[in-house]
């Protein structure tokens, strides 16, 4: 075989040692640095530059709202086009707009308007961009290869949004916040301009295009409902994210109030988890193939539970991080597996509208937790709250096993 025949064969190889699947995940981790940068340094410089409670949490909806106004058309469309297309002009557009907010910072006209204005709009534009990134990501791995394809991927983003990027974000913003955005859209203009390298050969099949985009949605959205495994996961991910979304709301003032952490070592909790997820993102897929999908992901939901259950319990410090490690553990085997059926039961051509609807689920119902945990903490106290989320983590493991062991079953079939 000649140099440029095997490097075709190369190119089109698929999997997780394929080169597109290895371009894809490139770009991935170079938008979750980009994303993580962003997720701390907009609160911090609206709260540094307006010193106003009411301001911070503004942009805090406006950053979540897209999740909800936006992701399920925005998965429709992407069903529609390209895929490789649009995550170039997804993140075209989130790049020219940061560079945007870059000399808004710089000049010192960054006001309530504009730091809203691009809040909604950069997540907006990723819920285009997480959609399209998904349906190639199932095209570059395969099929059998979607545990450890999912494992890059979690492992990438944890790195990304929850360690490099809030790091470099404070490191950057101590010399000059508007460098943390310009780190931004450089990472973005990359990912503009190197996502076109991976293979055309792994560009979905597109949807027809023929309804009306809410009558797509509503087919979608009929998809997810009528789907007894994606209803399953769609369920299960939506009651753990509404327990979890309490518990990371609560958790804070618990460190301080009852574990008589010091406010600098609170953060390191968050880290703990993070290098859970990260330990997840590499050991699932071989937990997966030796004990069984379904098993391993039953599992997960309980040691997410005595994670919780843990931080209550044994209060004090090195438990309270070795508590957050196992959740971020559990949290993230859940994470790949439920991922990898999702992609196995969705069509090719209705993967945005999907996964749309999944990250719904998945995100928007994380405000109405943290919206509950106050008042139920205000009542009883923080303790209570971890305890209760805690139990009914471990109740939704028992009522969702079996459909999750015939969703593993459907999945392989």
């Known amino acids: 075989m000649s140099d440029a025949s095997e490097e075709l064969a ?30 701390t340094a907009l609160p911090l410089y609206t709260a540094v530059s307006t010193r106003d409670p009411l301001s911070v949490s503004a ?16 998965g429709a469309l992407v069903d529609r086009f390209p895929r490789r297309p649009t995550l170039v002009a997804a993140h075209s557009f989130r790049a020219l707009l940061t560079l945007l907010l870059v000399w808004f910072v710089h000049t010192g006209q960054a006001g309530m308007f504009v730091l809203l204005g691009c809040a909604f709009l950069l997540s907006g534009a990723e ?20 545990e450890r394809a999912n494992g890059r991927f979690v492992g990438a983003e944890t790195v990304g949004v929850e360690i490099a990027g809030p790091l470099a974000a404070a490191g950057l913003f101590a010399w000059r916040p508007s460098l943390c ?98 330990l997840a993102s590499r050991v699932t897929p071989w937990l997966s193939a030796r004990f069984g999908g379904a098993n391993v ?50 069509p090719e051509s209705m993967m945005g509208r999907v996964t749309s609807a999944y990250r719904v689920f998945a995100w928007g119902l994380m405000p109405l937790g943290a919206g509950v945990a106050g008042p139920l903490a205000e009542v009883t106290s923080p303790a209570t709250v971890i305890s209760v989320s805690a139990a009914l983590v471990a109740v939704v493991a028992v009522l969702c096993a079996p459909l999750l062991r015939r969703l593993a079953t459907a999945a392989r079939e």
């Not at 438990?319 to 085997?333: D, P």
């Open 59 to 74: 942009v805090a909806v406006a950053e979540v709202l897209p999740w909800l106004l936006v992701a399920l058309p925005a």
């Open 127 to 146: 819920t285009f961009a997480d959609s399209a990134t998904q349906s190639l990501l199932v095209s570059a791995a395969g099929e059998r290869d979607l």
């Open 181 to 278: 955005f310009a780190l931004t859209a450089l990472a973005f203009g990359f990912a503009a301009l190197w996502i076109p390298r991976v293979s055309a050969e792994v560009e979905p099949v597109r949807s027809g295009g023929g309804r009306s985009i809410a009558g797509e949605i509503r087919q979608g959205t009929a998809f997810v409902l009528r789907s007894p495994g994606l209803r399953a996961v769609v369920g299960t991910v939506g009651a753990v994210t509404l327990l979890t979304g309490a518990v990371n709301t609560i958790a804070m003032l618990f460190a301080l109030e009852s574990l008589g952490l010091a406010p600098a070592t609170v953060p390191v909790l968050f880290v703990c988890a993070a290098a859970g997820t990260l």
């Open 297 to 346: 992901m039953i599992a997960a939901l309980f040691v997410l539970a005595g994670g919780m259950a843990t931080l209550e319990l044994v209060r004090i410090p090195v438990a309270a991080w070795s508590s957050y490690f196992v959740m971020g553990f559990g949290a993230g085997t859940w994470n790949v597996l439920s991922s990898a059926n999702r992609q196995r039961l969705t």
């Open 10 to 39: 190369k190119r089109s190889v698929r999997g997780v040692g394929g080169e597109p699947f290895r371009r894809l995940l490139t770009t991935w981790t170079a938008t979750s640095v980009a994303d993580g940068v962003r997720a």
